[in-house]
């Protein structure tokens, strides 16, 4: 089984719908984080959590909001979602134990806003 | 500010031939950078790293990077490229507070 893990897989949905993307770990890493990747533009973080308290935002959390129900679980909202957040997301694992943050990825969710 | 830029977006090779990804950095102070691979479909996936040390990492499915610092490059290579090679490959490099930055992405295709 994957360690890292998030549903769905695909979704599509229109214009002003509160959309969660869900992510489970199986890692025990307590570092987790949502990005989401546009072609020709890289990952950008939305947004990470070092713990379950401790919750950030990233470079582009605008219209996007996290919640880190338990170590394993991060999930990322969209409260009204629009079109140009139409995109690739991940989420990704790290422990601080690790002398670097190396990150380890889940498969991705394709979300399409019509 | 600190960055990582990946100058080709897409990089052509045969089979068997040698294969380089280019990366060049801009960070302060002694940098740890990372080389992620991203096949169709998939997440990324961790291939190496650099902290300190050998110049020369060594990484998964045969892949190795070479650090420069006089020329802040942490070039990817291959000896031998295979077509299951052909990916999207990232450079990252991780700032303050152990928050990494990844950059656009260059694109290997490598022609049977």
């Known amino acids: 089984d994957a360690d890292v893990t998030q549903t769905p897989r695909n979704r599509i949905t229109k214009t002003g719908k509160r959309i969660m993307l869900e992510c489970s770990q199986t890692?025990?890493?307590?570092?987790m984080y949502w990005y989401r990747q546009d072609p020709g533009l890289g990952l950008r973080l939305i947004y990470y959590?070092?713990?379950?308290?401790?919750?950030n935002k990233g470079e582009i959390s605008d219209g996007y909001s996290v919640s880190r129900q338990a170590q394993a679980k991060f999930s990322l909202s969209l409260e009204s979602a629009i079109p140009n957040q139409t995109a690739l997301y991940f989420c990704?694992?790290?422990?601080?134990?690790?002398?670097?943050?190396?990150?380890?990825f889940g498969p991705g969710t394709r979300l399409t806003v019509l | 500010a600190q960055s990582v830029a990946q100058p080709e977006d897409q990089v052509n090779v045969a089979e068997g031939n040698p294969l380089t990804v280019k990366c060049t950095y801009s960070?302060?102070?002694?940098?740890?950078l990372f080389w992620y691979v991203q096949y169709p479909n998939r997440g990324l996936q961790f291939l190496l790293k650099?902290?300190?040390?050998?110049?020369l990492v060594k990484g998964s499915y045969g892949f190795e990077a070479e650090f420069n610092k006089s020329q802040t490059s942490f070039h990817l290579k291959k000896p031998s490229a295979l077509v299951s090679d052909s990916a999207l490959y990232f450079c990252?490099?991780?700032?303050?507070?152990?928050?990494?930055?990844f950059g656009i992405g260059t694109k290997l295709q490598v022609i049977p």
């Open positions: 890692k025990g890493h307590d570092r």
């Open positions: 959590s070092f713990d379950v308290k401790d919750i």
């Open positions: 960070v302060s102070g002694n940098p740890y």
């Open positions: 650099y902290i300190t040390g050998d110049n």
């Open positions: 990252a490099f991780e700032g303050s507070y152990q928050k990494v930055t």
């Open positions: 990704a694992t790290s422990s601080r134990w690790e002398s670097t943050d190396t990150q380890y």
